[in-house]
Structure formats: C-alpha cells, structure tokens
C-alpha cells in the first residue's frame, strides 16, 4: 500500500497547490491512499465545509486537522456529519466529531487513520500517548495499517510518541509547524516517522502568512490579522510505503512539488 500525506493546506494557495498537482502526483507516484491536513485551508485558518467537500473532490480521502479545527463555527455540526474529516482524537469525548476513522481502499484493503493534538506550549489536553496507544487496541483487530498526525508544536513531544509507538502504528507524522524536516525514517520496528510533513501553500512567506504582516507584528507586538500570502507555492508532504497484511513502513520519502512544474 502507497500513502501520500499531504502537509497543512493553507488558504486559497494550498487548496490550487491540491486541485492542480494530486492527481499528477497520484498517478506519477502511484498512491493508494491520500490524507491532508486541512485546518488551515479556509483564509489561512480553519476549515469550513463547502472547502472541505472541494479537497474530497479534488481527490483528498481524509482530512486531519488540529488546533484551528474550530476556527469557523459552520464547521462544528459538520464535524459529525462527515467521518471523512478528522479532530484531535485527545480532546474530551463530548467535543462533537471523531478523532480516527477505518477506511476502505478500491482493492479492499483497510486503512486506520488517527488524529492527535500535542500539549507542549498547547493545550491542557488528554494525553496523546496515553490516547494514541488506546486506539491502536480499539482498532488493530480492523487493519494492521494505522497511520497518526500528531499535531504538536514541540520537537521532542513529536520525537517521544514516534518513539512511543514504535512498531505499533504504521506511521507517526508530525503537522502544525509547516516547516518541512528533513528526519524521515523507518523506525527500529517499522513505523514511518517524520517531525513535519511541511506546509501545502506559499513557501515566500512566514509559515504561509504575507512576510510583511509578520515581520510587523514580531517587531511591534501588536496583533494584526494574519493575511495568506500568494507566492511561491508549493505542495508538500510524504509517500510512504506499507505492508498491507503486516502494517509495517517499509519506505518514506519526502515530496516537495513546486506549482509551477504543473504539467
């Protein structure tokens, strides 16, 4: 099995990255399987569901998200309505949607997807390890294949549960900080492990917001609404390669495809 997991779409620049490279990817490639962060896609923050409907379309099979999930309030009800568009599975099990999902490929094959949220500089949160370690038991008896965003702000949280869950999920790849890493690996009992995935959107700017609404807002500390920028796009994430009857990675490789090579 050939999974692509595209990294934190941002704004209207994510979203043409997605709409005009998936399908060449996918084909060039040969993916199976694709996954998006979605949680900045609407203006640079949050989801809403007309957008997340457009990402299916465009080929996406599951959207994670994160700590901007909540940003637009239509987004709540549809949180329940649609199974395809992952929350933190750590937040409090009355907060509305789900954090994993089973899903079926063309050939039959299943694929867990789980989504987790870190607490280092984030929120006071269920534990992630404690969380991500109870799903692999609810769910390993559907698939071997579990793959994880971890949606954390922190380095060595992302590192620790990579660790943590080594040889048990088929995958731990980190989001949130939209800086692609250049750590990919195939962990000692054959998890795939990244610390980001990177950034889907404009690379000429401050992780996706215009430099000079950043700049301004570092160097006076005064808040201001933080703008999308528009150049240099990019579409960036990992293929990873699975063994469908084992769960184990036996491959990653990072993916970082510039707009303009578009053919």
Same mark, same amino acid.
């Given at each position: 099995m050939r999974v692509l997991f595209i990294g934190d779409?941002?704004?209207?620049?994510?979203?043409?990255?997605?709409?005009?490279?998936?399908?060449?990817?996918?084909?060039?490639?040969?993916?199976?399987?694709?996954?998006?962060?979605?949680?900045?896609?609407?203006?640079?923050?949050?989801? &809403?569901? &007309?957008?997340?409907l457009e990402i299916f379309k465009m080929g996406v099979h599951v959207l994670t998200s994160g700590n901007h999930v909540w940003a637009k309030k239509e987004v709540i009800p549809f949180l329940d309505e649609e199974p395809r568009l992952l929350r933190p599975a750590n937040y409090p099990s009355q907060v509305q949607g789900r954090g994993v999902g089973t899903f079926e490929l063309k050939n039959g094959e299943k694929i867990t997807v789980a989504n987790l949220e870190g607490r280092v500089f984030m929120k006071t949160l269920e534990c992630p390890f404690r969380v991500g370690e109870r799903i692999i038991e609810e769910v390993h008896h559907k698939t071997p294949v579990i793959i994880f965003d971890f949606h954390a702000?922190?380095?060595?949280?992302?590192?620790?549960?990579?660790?943590?869950?080594?040889?048990?999920?088929?995958?731990?790849?980190?989001?949130?900080?939209?800086? /692609?890493?250049?750590?990919?690996?195939?962990?000692?009992?054959?998890?795939?492990?990244?610390?980001?995935?990177?950034?889907?959107?404009?690379?000429?700017?401050?992780?996706?917001?215009?430099?000079?609404?950043?700049?301004?807002?570092?160097?006076?500390?005064?808040?201001?609404?933080?703008?999308?920028?528009?150049?240099?796009?990019?579409? /960036?994430g990992v293929v990873i390669d699975i063994n469908s009857k084992t769960g184990k990675s036996t491959g990653i490789q990072r993916r970082s495809v510039p707009l303009k090579e578009r053919g």
């Amino acid at each position: 099995m050939r999974v692509l997991f595209i990294g934190d779409i941002v704004g209207k620049a994510g979203r043409c990255a997605v709409e005009h490279l998936l399908k060449r990817i996918v084909k060039d490639d040969e993916i199976d399987f694709v996954i998006a962060n979605g949680e900045n896609a609407a203006g640079g923050m949050g989801i &809403t569901p &007309t957008i997340a409907l457009e990402i299916f379309k465009m080929g996406v099979h599951v959207l994670t998200s994160g700590n901007h999930v909540w940003a637009k309030k239509e987004v709540i009800p549809f949180l329940d309505e649609e199974p395809r568009l992952l929350r933190p599975a750590n937040y409090p099990s009355q907060v509305q949607g789900r954090g994993v999902g089973t899903f079926e490929l063309k050939n039959g094959e299943k694929i867990t997807v789980a989504n987790l949220e870190g607490r280092v500089f984030m929120k006071t949160l269920e534990c992630p390890f404690r969380v991500g370690e109870r799903i692999i038991e609810e769910v390993h008896h559907k698939t071997p294949v579990i793959i994880f965003d971890f949606h954390a702000e922190a380095t060595s949280e992302k590192v620790a549960l990579g660790r943590f869950l080594n040889g048990k999920a088929s995958a731990v790849l980190g989001t949130h900080t939209h800086v /692609q890493t250049a750590d990919e690996k195939i962990l000692g009992h054959g998890t795939a492990y990244i610390t980001d995935v990177g950034m889907t959107g404009p690379m000429a700017s401050v992780i996706g917001v215009r430099e000079d609404v950043a700049l301004e807002r570092f160097l006076t500390q005064v808040p201001r609404k933080f703008d999308v920028a528009t150049d240099e796009i990019e579409l /960036q994430g990992v293929v990873i390669d699975i063994n469908s009857k084992t769960g184990k990675s036996t491959g990653i490789q990072r993916r970082s495809v510039p707009l303009k090579e578009r053919g």
